[in-house]
């Protein structure tokens, strides 16, 4: 698998599903093709000649390559980056039914050792084998989650164990702090048994819903966070939060053929997502971009992610695209998505520890006061 010359801090693939039994009856056609040795697509059909068109982006997973190939490949490289004390952030892309889900392993059912699990779990493995050494070497770690679902622009916990209504979140803004969750559930997790159990629990308490792509399909974001912090002998603190987002499907309203509140809520999801995209691309100073302000606040989805895209974060995205012909206006208005993020540049700075910074600058102002004693 090759990998296309960019930033370290903003990695984009994309990963194109098998055949779903659906577009097997449908009698659908390939159109997508992987350029050999390349990490480039070409979308071609008979009938969509007009649509002939070649993408490049750090990694392209075909239908062959498996759970663990994606993983080793994209995401564990990225992973020791939180204890160095960035922030990372996974994002799966793409429509209703193009395998976000499958991809990020959202809905995990306990079994560790199954070729089929996706990131979030294999991900929290090595965390804890990590974890496991810095406590050998004295370290202090302290690990919680989180479970989020973003509906609808209302924030859910997930981890409540409280009714939906009952579960209801409120993003704040702390100038000290950065983003804070009013009433989200932090659950400590010392084992991946712990972690499995709150993923488990989160996933069964999403919202799903039936749309003409898909039978079940998720309708909202899901939002899975794990806090790190790590306390060094030395008494060093570091700092770092994941985010791993099972994005709601990227389908316009239209195709959904939704009415209703079927229909709001796919004008609700594409809002979101149309915010995260220019918050992306004014990252990469393209469009959207007003004089160097990245517009954030325009959904809670890019409220949310705000300390954790762009700044002192790590970002991966995935977009998920089918490979049938019948998909193939969902499959470029992906492409072109992904292809507009991949032109992020962040810079990412670590994480201080917010004490540490404050004795810093209490200290700076004494050498600055004693400075001008001496010159009085
Ligand atoms: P989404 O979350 O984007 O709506 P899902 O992850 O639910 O889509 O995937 C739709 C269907 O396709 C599921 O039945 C899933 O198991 C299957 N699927 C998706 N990606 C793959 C893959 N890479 N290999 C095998 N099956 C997959
Ligand atoms: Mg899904």
Redesign the pocket.
Known sequence: MASANASDCVKVAI?V??F?QSELTRGCENIIEKTPDQPQLVVKGDSYSKHQDCYTFNDVYT?EDS?LEIYNTSVQPIIGKLFEGYNVTIL?Y??????????MGTCFEGNWDNP?TGIIPRALKDIFVSVKELKEKSCEVTMTCSFMELYQENLYDLLSGKSKDQSLCEIREDSIKGIIIAGLTEQPIANSTQAAQCLMEGGSNRTVGATAM?DV??RSHAIFTVNLKVKSEEGGTTKAKFHLV?LA?SERSKKTKATGTRFREGVKINHGLLALGNVISALGGGTGTTGGYISYRDSNLTRLLQDSLGGNSVTLMIA?VSPADYNIEETLSTLRYADRAKKIKNKPVKNLDSNKVEIQRLKDTIRDLRASLDEA
């Open positions: 990963r599903r098998p779903v239908p759970q799966a793409g429509q209703t039914g193009s395998g976000k889900t499958y991809t089929c898909n399909s998720s099972d499907g998920c």
